[in-house]
T-cell receptor, first 114, second 113 residues
Framework: EPEVTQTPSHQVTQMGQEVILRCVPI?????FYWYRQILGQKVEFLVS????????KSEIFDDQFSVERPDGSNFTLKIRSTKLEDSAMYFC????????????FGPGTRLTVL | QQQVKQSPQSLIVQKGGISIINCAYE??????FPWYQQFPGKGPALLIA?????SEKKEGRFTISFNKSAKQFSLHIMDSQPGDSATYFC????????????FGQGTELSVKP
């Protein structure tokens, strides 16, 4: 069964450094998402992406964040200057099309900012 | 208005019992209500979902009950098993906002043998 994959599984970085989290969505999916989950808390929406542009973003997704689909398979989340409070689990999700309901989540990347 | 409120925060059930988790929402712009199951260290996995024009949906041991007028929906796990021990999140989707999901706070379910 196709699945969303994410790399790396764990990223440790120093405060102020840039990180790029990578995702490979399910191959025929058209809608892409990033969510984050701070330890012990709920999953929070960050951004949705369709047709090579952001369709919606949350208040969390400020100028320090950016997303890109650099080729036909990868979907990346970049944090330009990480803060301690960016430490969280970051999940990528994808959805097949506008008529499809289900978002499929990847296993996540645990980001630790020291 | 964007919130989805979930209760209880944690739940302990004996094997074979019924687990019930409740969620409530305020925004009528939500058009789809999934439940996700999450095991430690894993991503959320879709368990079952419902649209607001249906009052109940059953898949195996899992049932969603939906009350549109009360803006509430609940997950019932029948014959709960130790393997069901996980965190359960309800969610609601804004169709016209890129399909983003708003999650509840989560319920940590523990099924005792």
């Amino acid at each position: 069964e196709p699945e969303v994959t994410q790399t790396p599984s764990h990223q440790v970085t120093q405060m102020g450094q840039e990180v790029i989290l990578r995702c490979v969505p399910i191959s025929n999916h058209l809608y892409f998402y990033w969510y984050r989950q701070i330890l012990g808390q709920k999953v929070e929406f960050l951004v949705s992406f369709y047709n090579n542009e952001i369709s919606e973003k949350s208040e969390i997704f400020d100028d320090q964040f950016s997303v890109e689909r650099p080729d036909g398979s990868n979907f990346t989340l970049k944090i330009r200057s990480t803060k301690l409070e960016d430490s969280a689990m970051y999940f990528c999700a994808s959805r097949r099309g506008s008529a499809a309901d289900t978002q499929y989540f990847g296993p996540g990347t645990r980001l630790t900012v020291l | 208005q964007q919130q989805v409120k979930q209760s209880p925060q944690s739940l302990i059930v004996q094997k074979g019992g019924i687990s019930i988790i409740n969620c409530a929402y305020e925004n009528t712009a939500f058009d789809y209500f999934p439940w996700y199951q999450q095991f430690p260290g894993k991503g959320p996995a879709l368990l079952i979902a419902i649209r607001p024009d249906v009052s109940e949906k059953k898949e195996g041991r899992f049932t969603i009950s939906f009350n549109k007028s009360a803006k509430q929906f609940s997950l019932h796990i029948m014959d709960s098993q130790p393997g069901d021990s996980a965190t359960y999140f309800c969610a609601a989707r804004y169709y016209n906002q890129g399909g983003k999901l708003i999650f509840g706070q989560g319920t940590e379910l523990s099924v005792k043998p």
